[in-house]
Structure formats: structure tokens, C-alpha cells
């Protein structure tokens, strides 16, 4: 039988923990209604007794969101918790989750109280939390630390108090899988009164390993997880919500287990906390890194175009994006190139192809990555070969603040290669100098535009110049990862315009042909 795992959200309180993030009520509001819309089962706004803001965002998202269960943090204090039950006054449905610590170095050190003291105001606080919520969570902090035998009777003795869900917190992230798993099922077997509460976990992930034990958990009995957006939260975080809800999802087969996750809400979700809190996921984060669906290998990128499910175990749409992305570099192969092209709307020749294929390979090796923008400068500068009298072979300039600039240039022209130098008031102005003299041509330069096609360092530059000659005006363009080559071959291909017999093909006119 599947079972249903309750989804605790703790982005607003422990992930708000997280080194550098700080959200302000209107923010947290925000992000609670996302969260109402992603169908987490419980969203823990925040920890009232901390700050004003924090028991106001409470207040407010109690106020306004409806569908989860509405939390808020307490320590086993009556101050805490009555800040807890008042900040959650107005929700519709609420838990107060109180919280003390329960293993030796933290009872010892933290809070110098021994085990009876412990278990006498772990059962008082959540008796005292009962008076204003039959939903009541207790944490002993740092259980995964604790000896288990004294977990076990505290957490018989706060499910006798009448705490609803206990939570198994590993604080520090200590905890190993296959330990963590043997910590559940011994509460699940152990401890008398267990069919009375579910068993929740909390896992940090200081060893990288939140999200395993929480699943290791899930496996042997637990039936709530807490979690957060992106993994955020203290230190290195907390168990990344969105690992665990698709780990679920696509491996339902193994643990036998759903959510009640709309899981296509997830990237916006993801990427909504990403811009409040200012904490860039990273490129290769599982689910919602900007790399979790993009594949660069031209044979994943072959396999893929075959068959999807030859390197991919989730859909994109499954998590809210619009499709994988094959991303066009060094490794990609011909099948993936032709298909980026009919996605842009062209359709090539077999010579055209060949030819592009090569540019683009020429390209990939100087750029990290090819975008849309650079294939259709690529097409764009290569197709009228065929009908240009003057190619570029060779560019070189020189140029500086004590130096006359000057350029070097060798054309081809039917098969036979001329070359020149001059000098200019700068390499740009040089190379159209020597341009000119060697195609004995001397439009006017009307306009000049230089613009970054892409984004980076490598970014192509893409030159648009408009000569006129005679009464006639040619546009003409370029690009190349070198602006002063993007120039020339710009210049170029207008003058080539002017010098073009009728027969000429526009290149542009056919691309909008195929873009009616
Ligand atoms: O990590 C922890 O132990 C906590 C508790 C308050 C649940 O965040
Ligand atoms: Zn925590």
C-alpha cells in the first residue's frame, strides 16, 4: 500500500536561518502562498519569541493562507509558546512546534539539566501547548545524539502529553543512513504508544546526506519530513524539499510512498525563494539547478533526440519547466545542431549543413557554449557564400595608444587570394581602409553598431554596418568572438551587397519566408 508522507515546509524558519538569507513579513507572504500552491501539508512560518517580524510574518500568513496547517516554533517555554498560539491566533488550521534539546552534550553543556528535568518540562510544554492547539509537534533538538533509550521514553512520554507528531531532528547533520534508519525503526517498534503520533525527521546536511536519511527514515516508518526550498537553512542546510518530494515520485516503486506535491510548481517555487533570500542555487542542484535538465554530451544529446527516457528519469514538465535543453557545445553532435535549426526555422541543404556543422564546431571550440543568438549570426554570415565575391581570409591589426594603427588583410575572390595593409584612425577604421583598396571600393560608412550577442567574456560580438555607394544602401553583418574580425567581415558582406549580381539570394527574406 502507498503511503501518504506529509510534507513540513520549514523554508520560512529553519531555511530563514540560512547565512545571509533574511526575509522581511511581506516576503515570507509571498513565498507561504507559493507554498499553499506547491500543497505542502504544513508551512512552519516562523519562530514568533525570535523577533517582531518573525511573529508578524506568522501572523500574516495565518491571516491569509489557507490549505496547510500553519506552524510556529517555540521553545518549552511559556513565553515562547504563548507568542507561538497568538501569532497563530487566525489561522485556520495551526501546530505550535515546541522544542527541547534532549542529547547528553547539549544537555550537559547548553542547558546543564539532567534527563528527569528534561523529560518533566518536555511533558509540561507540550501540555501547556495543548491549551491552545490540539495540533502540537515536540523536537527533542539533537535526537539523533541522543541515547537511544532515553529517546524512547521521551518521546513515549510527550505522545502520553499529547503531542501529535514527534520530530527526530539530526541538528547537526551527524547522522549516517543506515543509523538514522535503525534510530526510526527503533522508535517504531519501541516505543508503546507510537500508533498515537507520527513520527516526523528533520535532517541537516553538514555531511551532505539530509535528503538520504530522510528518505532512510521515510523507509522505515517515518511519516512526516521536514524540508525546505533549495535546501537552504542552517549551515549547510536542511533536507532539500524538492529531492525528497521527486525521489518519491519517480521512485515510487521502491518506497512505496507519495506526496500531496503539485511537483509542476516546484521551479517557480524554487526560483521565487532563490530571488527573496538572494541564495543562488547552484548550476548542478538536483531538480531545480539551471544544469538539471540541460544535457551537453553529443551522445546523451543523440540518445535523448532517439528516445527521452535514454538519459532522463524525469520529465521537465514534471517540475514546472518547459522543456530539457540541449545545450549546443563542443561535445554536441550533427543530430542535435539540425534540430536546434529547425527549431529556429531553418531548413539547410546538405552543403549549407556541412558548412554550418563546421563554423558552429569552429565556434564551440572557442565558446563555452553556443546559444540561439550565435547560430543564427553563424547562418546568417555563412549562407550567401556561395554568392560572395570577396571572402575573408586573414585579419591582423595592430593598434594602441603610440601606435598608427594599421591592418594587414588577405580576400579571396573566385579562388584567388589578394592581400593589403593601411592604416587608419583605428584598427576598425585600418581594416575598411584596406578593404577598400583591395575591392577598389569606396562606400561611405552610414552607421556602425557593435552588440555582445551573448553574455560572458567569450560572447560573441555581432558588427551591423550601412554603407552607401552611389545612391544605393547595403547593410551588411558580422560576428565573431573578435570584434575587429566581426568589423571586417561585416564591411564585407555589405560591399559584397553592393557588388552582387541580381542572382543574389537574401538570406534574410528566405528565413522570414519561413517565418510568415
Ligand atoms: O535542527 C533542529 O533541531 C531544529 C529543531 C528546532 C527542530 O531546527
Ligand atoms: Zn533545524
Redesign the pocket.
Known sequence: MVRRITIFDTTLR?GEQCPGASLTPVQKLEIAKQLARLGVDVIEGGFPIASPGDAQAVKMIAQSVKGPVIAA?ARSLSADIDAAASALSLAQKRRIHV?LATSPIHRKYKLRKAQEEILRQAVWAVKYARRYSKDVEF?P??ASRTEPEFLHQVVEAVIDAGATTV?I?D?VGFAIPDQFAKLIRGIMERVSNIDRAIISV?C?NDLGLAVPNSLAAIANGAGQVECTLNGIG?RAGNASLEEIVMTLKVRRDFYQASTGVDTTQITQASRLVSTLTGIIVQPNKAIVGQNAFRHESGIHQDGLLKHRATYEIMRPQDVGLRASQLVLGKLSGRHAFVKRLSGLGFKLSKTELDRAFERFKELADKKKEVFDEDLIAILEDELPVTQQMYKLVYVHTTSGNQTLPTATIKLSKDGKELQDAACGDGPVDACYKTIDRLTKLSPELVDYSLRGLTKGKDAQGEVVVKLRHRGIEVTGRGASTDIIEASAKAYLSAVNKLLSTPTRRSYLGRRSALHP
Open positions: 529553519d516554533l522544542f523536537s533538538e539533537d520530530n531532528p541538528t528533520h541537516h542552517e
